[in-house]
């Protein structure tokens, strides 16, 4: 199994600030990485599939690299919605998805 | 609009039986793979078990083969999990989601969500 691992598990960030999101796979899952949000109560979205392509009406502050087994999640300035649970998933080892334990944003 | 609606969540004794329902619309359905994932209260997501479009190709997590089983009516629009031998490490919201292009792609679309909750 490929273990996700995510860091850091909390991050605070002051709205308009830049936050940066960091996911290693425990071996190289290639560029097949995707990001998630979720919020409380919601299920989760989809915002970056291949590691750095946005997915459908994701704004363009949201941005994914890395490649391998690292990989980063970058939000360019932090907007009050943007303050959720961000999980990465992935799919190199298809059947068998991992997702990593989350990096929650809170408000600072 | 892409729609998915899961049903069928509630309280069950350990080692009882329950039947999750996902009611797809908004796409055709009978071109997607479709998937179940979990989340347990106030963890992460746990990927549990996939059926390809056709039904031809199912996959498990190990911590439920044997378990819960996996089916999909196309004519019906409706994915379905059947889940046996519950224990209380099954307590956990079950959303349905989409493949986006292909088996093994990301989800792209997912349902709210139902509660399971395993418990005497």
């Known amino acids: 199994e490929i273990v996700m691992t995510q860091s850091p598990a909390t991050l605070s960030v002051s709205p308009g600030e830049r936050a940066t999101l960091s996911c290693r796979a425990s071996?190289?899952?290639?560029?097949?990485l995707a990001w998630y949000q979720q919020k409380p109560g919601q299920a989760p979205r989809l915002l970056i599939y291949?590691?750095?392509t946005r997915a459908t009406g994701i704004p363009a502050r949201f941005s994914g690299s890395g490649s391998g087994t690292e990989f980063t999640l970058t939000i360019s300035s932090l907007q009050s919605e943007d303050f959720a649970v961000y999980y990465c998933?992935?799919?190199?080892?298809?059947?068998?998805?991992?997702f990593g334990g989350g990096t929650k944003v809170e408000i600072k | 609009e892409v729609q998915l609606v899961e049903s069928g969540g509630g309280l069950v004794k350990p080692g009882g039986s329950l039947r999750l329902s996902c009611a797809a619309s908004?796409?055709?359905?009978?071109?997607?793979?479709m998937n179940w994932v979990r989340q347990a209260p106030g963890k992460g997501l746990e990927w549990v078990s996939s059926?390809?479009?056709?039904?031809?190709?199912?996959y498990y997590a190990d911590s439920v083969k044997g378990r819960f089983t996996i089916s999909r009516d196309n004519a019906k629009n409706s994915l379905y999990l059947q889940m046996n031998s519950l224990r209380a490490e099954d307590t956990a919201v079950y959303y349905c989601?989409?493949?986006?292009?292909?088996?093994?792609?990301?989800?792209?679309?997912w349902g709210q969500g139902t509660l399971v909750t395993v418990s005497s």
């Open positions: 989601a989409r493949d986006q292009s292909k088996p093994g792609a990301p989800f792209d679309y």
């Open positions: 908004g796409f055709t359905f009978s071109s997607y793979s």
């Open positions: 059926i390809s479009s056709s039904s031809s190709y199912i």
């Open positions: 071996q190289s899952v290639s560029s097949n």
């Open positions: 291949g590691a750095s």
């Open positions: 998933q992935q799919y190199n080892n298809w059947p068998k998805l991992t």
